[in-house]
């Protein structure tokens, strides 16, 4: 049986979501981001064609666009869009793969004896218009990538249909920055050698590419020729992060429980950046000597910043522990997640802490969870 993915890619999410809600905002450069030194989650595409793209810093994408409107962004809001827009999806495919808050595969095999894949896909991109007031962009094809590939060259609103036998004519001409795997630094070194397009790519001996950037060559190169065969995940969201400690004294020590706190924020945060989560609520669990148990938990704006996640939960505990009494347990929870395509929230965060998260995630991969973290969270007394 021939294989039917299709992609689906909300266009501008953010800006999209906010149009929905203000039509004077229609028409006009529009980005969605912090303040002077925050960055740009999202912009609009009349934006877009002055050079201004997300991750950017604001004062950069305002020298470029000098006209654009810039508004901080309503995060409740889309992540109860991003939510209907799933009910919709899934309640009309057999399996559906959600992967990230605007952005979901669809494996359809099977029904073009039924209804016909691309007419069907049709009618649900109808549907998340109708109900969500969204427009969304989408691509079918034989597997993930080609499908991913598709969506992004039929943006806005666009819809391709790209069969097995197009699909090498399809790609060739296309940059290898077209391949979801291709970053800045795999397009520069490629690039120096001379391969710029996916057709070019797509004959280079495997064994060269595998010596060049190592084991991920072989897949890049299967990318590069329309081949992959990872499969449509069926979406089961999780729902939270936790961690708790049980002390083997019960304890007072508040400056303690704090840096123990700290450091439950700043593990829970980098395992959520790990995993591509953003969590939207924070709460915080104490438990008295004599057993008695406390809650108390807070919503934030969606993100995986523990600088963020470290202080609301620093304030909850000031919140909760209103007796003089010891505590013989601590814990700590991030609830309601939802897939981000960035690693920190970039609502809030500066250029400056987006490159400190970077360079200690990257010293935490590299030599492990506990290698860098911030002084907070450290017991210097061990």
């Not at 073009?112 to 969304?136: H, M, S």
């Not at 397009?197 to 299967?222: C, F, R, Y």
Request: glycine residues 6%; contains cysteine; aromatic residues 8%.
């Amino acid at each position: 049986m021939n294989r039917a993915i299709v992609h689906m890619d909300l266009d501008a999410f953010f800006v999209s979501c906010e149009r929905r809600n203000n039509n004077a905002l229609k028409g006009i450069p529009l980005i969605i981001g912090g303040g002077d030194r925050g960055v740009v989650a999202s912009c609009s595409y009349e934006a877009r064609q002055f050079g201004v793209r997300s991750a950017m810093p604001i004062r950069m994408a305002l020298r470029l666009c000098p006209e654009a409107k810039v508004i901080k962004g309503d995060h409740e809001l889309y992540s109860n869009l991003s939510h209907t827009v799933t009910e919709v999806i899934q309640e009309k495919v057999p399996v559906m793969e959600k992967a990230s808050i605007d952005e979901f595969y669809l494996d359809l095999s099977g029904m073009d004896k039924f209804f016909g894949c691309y007419r069907w896909t049709q009618e649900i991109a109808a549907a998340v218009n109708k109900e969500a007031g969204l427009p969304i962009s989408f691509a079918l094809s034989a597997n993930k990538t080609v499908s991913k590939i598709g969506t992004g060259e039929s943006k806005p609103d666009g819809k391709l249909q790209i069969p097995e036998m197009d699909i090498r004519p399809f790609l060739n001409p296309l940059s290898i920055r077209k391949i979801p795997m291709v970053g800045d630094k795999t397009f520069q070194l490629l690039s120096r050698i001379g391969i710029r397009t996916i057709h070019t790519l797509s004959e280079m001996p495997v064994m060269a590419l595998q010596q060049m950037i190592g084991t991920n060559g072989k897949d890049l190169w299967k990318k590069a020729n329309g081949i992959d065969e990872n499969p449509v995940i069926p979406y089961s969201e999780r729902k939270s992060l936790s961690t708790e400690q049980t002390f083997t004294n019960d304890t007072i020590d508040i400056p303690e429980l704090k840096r123990i706190l700290n450091s439950m924020s700043e593990k829970l945060a980098y395992q959520l950046r790990q995993e591509k989560w953003l969590t939207s609520t924070v709460a915080v669990k104490i438990r008295y000597a004599n057993f008695d148990t406390e809650t108390k938990q807070n919503r934030v704006a969606y993100t995986s910043a523990d600088h963020t996640l470290s202080k609301i939960a620093l304030e909850l505990f000031n919140r909760l522990y209103t007796r003089r009494m010891r505590i013989r347990l601590i814990g700590l929870r991030f609830t309601d997640l939802v897939h981000g395509k960035h690693q920190m929230s970039l609502f809030e965060d500066t250029e400056e802490q987006m490159n400190l998260y970077q360079t200690m995630d990257y010293l935490k991969n590299r030599f492990g969870a506990d290698a860098v973290g911030r002084a907070s969270g450290f017991d210097f007394e061990k």
